[in-house]
Each structure stands twice: as C-alpha cells, then as structure tokens.
C-alpha cells in the first residue's frame, strides 16, 4: 500500500537558517504530493502541493519539487523564521488530488530558536 | 479559508462509555468528511470517509460498529465511539470538503483518554 517516510523530529534550527524536511513516498500510479503545517492548538493546514512529477509546490516561501525518479518531495525554506515553528506533515493521495483520503507521514516537529 | 470546528476538544471517560466527536464546518458546506486517528507520534490514519446523506465507507481493519459515523447534513458529521476501552485512547482528527474544492480542510482535533 502506500506509504510516507519523514525525517524524525524535532529539527531545531537557529533563525535564518536554511531548512530541508526529507520526505520519500511509496505509491502505486502518479500520486498527488502534499505538504501540512500544524500550529498548535490549530488543525493541519495545506502549505503546498504537487501534482505531477517536476511540479514544484510553493508558498510562503517554502518550496517542495515532486521528483518521481527519486519519489521524493522535499520541503525547504531558505530562510526560517520563529514563527515557523509547527508540526509539518508530507502526505500523498493517488485520488482525486488530494479529495479524498491522504497518507500522511509522522509529522516532523520544528522548532526555531531567535 | 474554511474553517472546521470538533468538540469536545479533549474528552475523558470510564471504559465501557460511548463517547461522540462532533465534527462542524463552519462557513461552507461539507459534501464529505474524513475521520482520522493520531497515536503519538505516528501518523494519521484514515479511519473512513462520509457522505452526507449516505453511509461511511470504512478503511480496512477499523470497526463500523465500534466507530459509528454520522453525517446527517451538509455541515455536521459526527464519530462515536461505542463501548471505549483504553486502546481506544488516541488524538481524533477530522476533515472536510465542499463543492468542486479540490482540498480537504482539518479541524483541531479531539484528544479521547479512556481510562
């Protein structure tokens, strides 16, 4: 079945750094990609998707390129603020675009010191 | 952006209870809910998707008739788990679409303890 590895947490990282959250998929077909962002005390959030192999997913200055040859989506940021710090979830759905059921990865827990 | 509301936010209770997860979205009209489960420091887990108006499609290895879903109108659905037991004890999370959206929107989550 499908399947959503990423890095374990927490990272923790100094303001201004560059960040990268590692996540590998397992899925049949042409998977759409997605990244979530949990605050706390808030639900998940779409932060971006992907849904073709090469498409690159952005917002807020986050990135994540669906690479198929290496099933990877990775997110990064080139420069992380404290206000950055959630939860972030890499999830895939080989349905509808992300309509109907996700598998997610464990969350990576970030936490940006100033 | 839609926003979806659970209650109770945290709930405990005696095993052998029932206890009911309501799931609301709040300024749009939810054509079908997902019901996820969280165990620390895992990941989510699709536990079935609703309808309104029409039964719950369960995911392979979860209890229909441990975990009753309801989605009786076009902004509530709601999740009860029947005769909890401490295994039960998990962070229960909802989702929910509209119309042609192409994207599910989270409540924050109900944490259940069963004790």
């Known amino acids: 079945g499908d399947s959503v590895t990423q890095m374990e947490g927490p990272v923790t990282l100094s303001e201004e750094a560059f960040l990268t959250i590692n996540c590998t998929y397992t899925?049949?077909?042409?998977?759409?990609l997605f990244w979530y962002v949990q605050y706390p005390g808030e639900g998940l959030q779409l932060l971006l998707k992907?849904?073709?192999?090469?498409d690159k997913g952005s917002n807020k200055g986050f990135e994540a390129t669906y690479r198929k040859e290496t099933t990877s989506f990775h997110l990064e940021k080139g420069s992380v603020q404290v206000s950055d710090s959630a939860v972030y979830f890499c999830?895939?759905?080989?349905?509808?675009?992300?309509?109907?059921?996700?598998?997610f990865g464990k969350g990576t827990h970030l936490i940006i010191q100033p | 952006g839609a926003v979806v509301s659970q209650h109770p936010s945290w709930v405990i209770c005696k095993s052998g209870t029932s206890v009911k997860i309501e799931c609301r979205s709040l300024?749009?009209?939810?054509?079908?809910m997902f019901w996820y489960r969280q165990f620390p420091k895992q990941s989510l887990m699709l536990m079935a998707t609703?309808?309104?108006?029409?039964?719950?499609?369960?995911e392979q290895g979860v209890e229909k008739d441990k975990f009753l879903i309801n989605h009786a109108s076009l902004t509530l659905s709601t999740l009860t788990v029947t005769s909890a037991h401490p295994e039960d004890s998990s962070f229960y999370i909802c989702?929910?679409?509209?119309?042609?959206?192409?994207?599910?929107?989270f409540g924050p989550g109900t944490r259940l303890t069963v004790l």
């Open positions: 989702s929910a679409r509209g119309y042609a959206v192409n994207e599910q929107f």
């Open positions: 609703s309808n309104e108006g029409s039964k719950a499609t369960y």
């Open positions: 992907a849904t073709k192999a090469d």
């Open positions: 999830a895939l759905s080989d349905q509808n675009e992300g309509a109907d059921g996700l598998t």
């Open positions: 899925a049949t077909g042409y998977p759409s």
């Open positions: 300024d749009f009209q939810a054509t079908t």
